[in-house]
């Protein structure tokens, strides 16, 4: 025992000993902070949980608002929102002048936000294998039809300012726009177009925009923008104003193949482009929330 009581004496034993708690100390806290951790992990995965179903919720719940446009009740609801645009996209909503001012964010948030061009990209990439499948002929009559407005050219920056579609259709304000030229090219068309160029396909762009009015301006910002080498622009002259736009494109159409044109494709960001008569053999609908043509 001498030893042992030697070495407590002179303080080794206590040292080492007081050593040891403090190791057991440190090691408690550890397991302590690491329970804490867990805990607080746990919170935020429930608090993360609850949030998911309270927006799920929400976006399903119908909450009606006074609207700052006329004071009267509106919908705010996203799944609102995103039901009108399927609905418009597939041409079950006919004649409508404006975007319904609760989904103006919704569709801002769509031009802008990735979700347009994402929905473009998609669809050229089809167009494009369906031109990979098609045979030509050798006779110089195999034709494809591409509308010019938000199909070709880009107007976002016009609607823009005009709320991406919340305010009425301002024809004074629009032909000021597109007689300045400086539409810009939406790509997806733009590499879409210059495919059927290589391939050989005679394209022809039919517009709406008034042909006195519009042809030079429109001529230039498509070149500029890089639109070469299509076989005729076509707009509308003095003797189809008044038409509707399905009821115009139709007949320059049934021209076409009275010419003796094969009609591949069409694309057309309005349903207008795409119906009636002499539409082709297939037709592709581009996205357009801003705006309804009949």
């Not at 070709?152 to 030229?181: H, T």
């Not at 090219?185 to 177009?193: E, M, T, V």
């Not at 509308?236 to 010419?259: I, N």
């Amino acid at each position: 025992m001498f030893p042992f009581v030697w070495l407590y004496k002179h303080g080794i034993c206590s040292c080492q000993r007081n050593h040891s708690l403090l190791i057991h100390a440190k090691f408690r806290s550890l397991l302590i902070l690491k329970h804490r951790n867990k805990m607080k992990n746990q919170r935020e995965t429930l608090m993360c949980s609850l949030l998911f179903v309270v927006l799920m919720m929400v976006m399903s719940t119908k909450v009606y608002a006074h609207s700052q446009y006329g004071g009267r009740l509106v919908e705010l609801s996203l799944s609102y929102c995103l039901s009108w645009r399927l609905a418009e996209e597939t041409g079950n909503i006919q004649g409508w002048r404006t975007v319904p001012i609760q989904c103006l964010l919704d569709v801002e948030v769509y031009m802008l936000g990735g979700q347009y061009a994402s929905d473009l990209n998609l669809i050229v990439d089809q167009i494009s294998s369906y031109v990979d499948e098609i045979i030509m002929s050798d006779d110089g009559l195999d034709a494809w039809i591409l509308d010019i407005d938000d199909t070709c050219l880009s107007n976002i920056f016009y609607y823009k300012g005009k709320r991406f579609g919340g305010d009425p259709y301002d024809p004074q304000a629009f032909k000021e726009w597109a007689s300045r030229g400086i539409c810009r090219a939406i790509p997806p068309i733009l590499r879409l177009f210059q495919k059927l160029i290589d391939r050989g396909f005679k394209v022809f762009l039919i517009s709406g925009r008034d042909e006195t009015t519009f042809e030079q301006p429109t001529l230039h910002n498509l070149h500029f923008q890089g639109f070469f080498g299509f076989e005729r622009l076509i707009l509308r002259s003095e003797a189809y104003k008044g038409q509707s736009g399905m009821v115009y494109k139709s007949e320059m159409r049934r021209k076409l193949v009275e010419e003796g044109y094969r009609i591949w494709g069409n694309v057309g960001d309005q349903w207008s482009d795409l119906r009636g008569q002499f539409v082709g053999n297939r037709t592709f609908k581009l996205p357009n929330p801003m705006y309804f043509v009949p």
